[in-house]
């Protein structure tokens, strides 16, 4: 099974700021890894796929990058909406999700 | 308007069962491979299982194999997971989501997703 792991885990950020999380998988995935906000009580939200490809309606200000174990999410200026929880989730072996990455307000 | 909505959780006994389904909108549901996630209280996302658009192929975590069945009604455009032998860390929101591409090789990310239903397995 391939597992994933994101860090930090959590951080906290201002308005503005540029903020990036990173996530390893256990083995190489090539490019299918994917990105997700979740905001507390609703359904996650895809951001990225394929490593680097922005979702339909998401903010340029997301960015993906990466390929094989080592991959990148970018938030270039944060906004006060972009306060969530993230997640990676790998799609090449069936479906993995990373543990997550809280970013709060400082 | 693409849409899921899911149904059919509730509190349950440990070792007993529960049926949740999804029903679906707004896409032609038949080409689109669809999956379960779920999520325990104050913890992160799980991948339960996936099943392709016709459904004849179907795929499940180790967490749930042999004890969780995923199965879709096209006619019905309707998911379904049966869950047998409930265990206490089976409490979680469970969310149903659609691939983002049709005829998906199971390898596409979830595009659009329910809002969820909470099981609980409590004695």
């Known amino acids: 099974d391939i597992q994933m792991t994101q860090s930090p885990s959590s951080l906290s950020a201002s308005v503005g700021d540029r903020v990036t999380i990173t996530c390893r998988a256990s083995q190489s995935i090539s490019s299918y890894l994917n990105w997700y906000q979740q905001k507390p009580g609703k359904a996650p939200k895809l951001l990225i796929y394929?490593?680097?490809s922005l979702q339909s309606g998401v903010p340029s200000r997301f960015s993906g990058s990466g390929s094989g174990t080592d991959f990148t999410l970018t938030i270039s200026s944060l906004q006060p909406e972009d306060f969530a929880t993230y997640y990676c989730?790998?799609?090449?072996?069936?479906?993995?999700f990373g543990p997550g990455t809280k970013v709060d307000i400082k | 308007e693409v849409q899921l909505v899911e149904s059919g959780g509730g509190l349950v006994q440990p070792g007993g069962s529960l049926r949740l389904s999804c029903a679906a909108s707004?896409?032609?549901?038949?080409?689109?491979?669809m999956s379960w996630v779920r999520q325990a209280p104050g913890k992160g996302l799980e991948w339960v299982s996936a099943?392709?658009?016709?459904?004849?192929?179907?795929y499940y975590a180790d967490s749930v194999k042999g004890r969780f069945t995923i199965s879709r009604d096209n006619s019905k455009n309707t998911l379904y997971l049966q869950m047998n032998s409930l265990r206490a860390e089976d409490t979680a929101v469970y969310y149903c989501?659609?691939?983002?591409?049709?005829?998906?090789?199971?390898?596409?990310?979830?595009?659009?997703w329910g809002k969820g239903t909470t099981v609980t397995v409590s004695s």
């Open positions: 099943i392709s658009g016709s459904g004849g192929s179907t």
């Open positions: 707004g896409f032609t549901f038949s080409s689109y491979a």
């Open positions: 989501a659609k691939d983002r591409e049709e005829y998906c090789g199971g390898d596409c990310p979830a595009d659009v």
């Open positions: 394929a490593a680097s």
């Open positions: 989730q790998q799609s090449y072996s069936l479906f993995t």
